[in-house]
């Protein structure tokens, strides 16, 4: 172990990684996998929720994209790496990819893909992000 030698230190105890972390160097695995695939046509795959909306360009907010149950959700930095880590843990067979998204009013809420689709790259990387 690296920290091994800080046992030797009473003011130093080497703990195993809390979930979070644990939780959050897997994502960081399968974001890495997943971002490395090369683009081969103008066609994104996406999940697609039951009203038919996808994860694409209006999903973007100030902070980034924001993935994940409710309650354990969290921001991604751009809409490739959702798109990446979202792919990756559906393929892992985690459950349906989750998402906000802005419904009719503007109000962002949190949608599960019933598919995944291929839409076109235009459609899911427009120029126009959300204001919120």
């Not at 309650?71 to 985690?94: N, Q, R, T, W």
């Not at 291929?118 to 120029?127: H, I, L, Q, S």
Request: proline share 5%; with cysteine.
């Amino acid at each position: 172990m690296i920290f091994q030698w800080l046992k030797n230190f009473s003011l130093f105890e080497v703990t195993p990684l809390s979930k979070n972390e644990a939780v959050d160097s897997e994502r960081e695995a399968l974001r890495k996998e997943s971002t490395q695939e090369e683009v081969v046509s103008n066609r994104v795959l996406v999940p697609v929720a039951r009203d038919g909306s996808c994860l694409g360009h209006r999903c973007v907010r100030t902070k980034g994209v924001q993935i994940g149950p409710r309650k354990s959700e969290f921001y991604v930095a751009s809409l490739e790496e959702a798109l990446a880590i979202l792919k990756a843990e559906h393929e892992a067979g985690k459950g349906p990819a989750r998402w906000r998204r802005p419904n009719e009013k503007g109000h962002f809420g949190t949608v599960a893909a019933v598919a995944w689709e291929e839409r076109p790259r235009e459609e899911v990387f427009g120029e126009e992000k959300c204001p919120v």
